[in-house]
């Protein structure tokens, strides 16, 4: 086989689980991730339908992600005075299997950090491609040559970044901000809207959740602490808790900000390099991030081994097969559901989640697909059952993939 030297920008989940495929069909791969630790923290991400759970299989982790999964609570819409004006039920926010994304993170680089290189704090400064491969500069490495890259380094991807073009061209901000922030704040399962801005509770465990809308915010360079003044200022003025819960936000230590924004591109890749995940298809809180990452890791890297390397066979046939399954995520903007705009916007949204709680039962009689069948009852998981936090979104539901055909996503003979 040629071109075995793989380098992957990104550790969180679409990195490891190409790195775990790609090793095993005879790569040598090297992750390099800017934080200098595996990332823990956010919420639950879900898994969905038969290919979802197959490829979970096949790499031998469904029963760890199974082990790790959590409940899918109802979230309890309260007003001003806390009390009880409405529900998002958990059936439609979450998948058949939910799952900390931290825990899932764990587990797949625990699946992978014996058998690949993986390069902590660091990050890739500068590509040049050659006949013999690609060089690569490091903000703090020596400079390395290798044969493939693999961008699978998030909505705001570094690698789509120095090899296809700003990140402007690709990424598009839908108008919300979200933020996860460790308060201790107590409560289960409740959600608080203003117009425009949302805050979800999930108990001393859990984040809270803030969802608001705003217009792209000056660039914070990755300083949390501009961004935690950035949400702070976007909460101003608040009732119910806010004043108390934006009190401790400066005290934090468990802190992530992000936009709602989507990803489009007209490529996957271009000569010896590849995007996966996020940095190709992503579209922030949609609901398919993480299901899209790791069968895409699947997919791209069964195409490598196919080829027998020839990355530009292989990286055609990836896009080929999965544009098309991966374009379910990019209509979604979970935004405007999480944190209307008016308040009649607000009223609308509680009222049809309100309708659909009533119905839920009705459809599990007729053996709606809606409730999960693979959340554990664990101690640990009944402690965590922080659902609030994913998007209640009827579309998604409706949207439920369709499964690939097994040409489609086959492991390579
Ligand atoms: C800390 C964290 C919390 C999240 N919380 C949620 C959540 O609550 N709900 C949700 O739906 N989704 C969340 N996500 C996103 C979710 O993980 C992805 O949508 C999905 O799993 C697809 O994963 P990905 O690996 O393609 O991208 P991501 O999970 O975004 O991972 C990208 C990785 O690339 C790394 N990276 C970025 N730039 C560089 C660089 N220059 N050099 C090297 N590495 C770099 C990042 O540190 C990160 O580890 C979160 C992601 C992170 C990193």
Redesign the pocket.
């Known amino acids: 086989m040629k071109n075995t030297r793989v380098l992957i920008?990104?550790?969180?989940?679409?990195?490891p689980a190409v790195a775990f495929w790609l090793n095993r069909y005879g790569f040598d791969v090297t992750i390099?991730?800017?934080?200098r630790e595996v990332?823990t923290?956010?919420?639950s991400?879900d898994f969905k339908g038969p290919t979802h759970h197959s490829v979970l299989q096949k790499m031998g982790i469904l029963n760890a992600v199974k082990q790790a999964s959590v409940a899918d609570n109802d979230n309890t819409i309260i007003n001003a005075k806390g009390r009880k004006i409405g529900v998002i039920p958990g059936a439609f926010s979450g998948g058949e299997i939910n799952i900390p994304?931290g825990d899932l993170a764990r587990i797949i680089y625990d699946l992978t950090a014996q058998t690949c290189e993986y390069v902590f704090g660091d990050?890739?400064t500068t590509l040049a491609e050659t006949a013999d491969g690609i060089d690569v500069t490091f903000t703090h490495g020596a400079p390395r040559t290798f044969d493939i890259v693999i961008g699978?380094?998030?909505?705001h991807s570094?690698v789509r970044k120095l090899a296809f073009g700003p990140e402007s061209d690709y990424v598009s901000h839908l108008g919300y901000y979200y933020v996860?922030a460790g308060l201790d704040a107590g409560n289960d399962d409740v959600l608080y809207n203003e117009p425009g801005r949302m805050v979800g509770l999930g108990g001393p465990k859990a984040p809270a959740f803030f969802v608001f809308a705003s217009a792209p915010l000056p660039p914070a360079h990755d300083d949390v602490n501009v961004q935690k003044q950035q949400v702070i200022d976007a909460y101003r003025g608040g009732a119910w808790r806010l004043p108390e819960l934006m009190a401790k936000i400066p005290e934090t230590s468990e802190f992530?900000m992000d936009s709602i924004s989507r990803v489009t591109t007209n490529h996957y890749a271009k000569g010896r390099v590849a995007l996966l995940?996020?940095?190709a298809y992503?579209n922030a809180?949609g609901g398919f991030?993480?299901g899209l990452?790791v069968v895409g890791a699947y997919v791209l890297a069964g195409e490598l081994s196919r080829a027998d390397g020839d990355y530009a066979v292989a990286f055609a046939r990836y896009e080929a097969k999965y544009r098309g399954y991966a374009s379910v995520s990019q209509k979604i903007n979970a935004g405007r559901l999480l944190a209307p705009r008016s308040r009649p916007g607000i009223l609308g949204r509680n009222l049809l989640f309100t309708a659909l709680k009533l119905f839920t039962p009705a459809m599990k009689a007729f053996g709606s697909p809606a409730k999960t069948s693979h959340s554990t009852t664990t101690p640990t998981s009944r402690r965590m059952t922080d659902r609030y936090?994913r998007p209640a979104n009827p579309e998604r539901r409706r949207a439920e993939l369709k499964p690939l055909t097994t040409t489609q996503a086959r492991e390579p003979s």
Do not use: C
Not at 9 to 15: K, T, V
Not at 152 to 155: F, K, L, N, Q, T
């Open positions: 920008s990104g550790g969180s989940i679409a990195g390099v991730e800017k934080a990332r923290g956010g919420q991400v994304r990050s890739i699978a380094d998030g909505i570094n996860l992530y995940g996020d940095s992503g809180l991030g993480t990452a936090g």
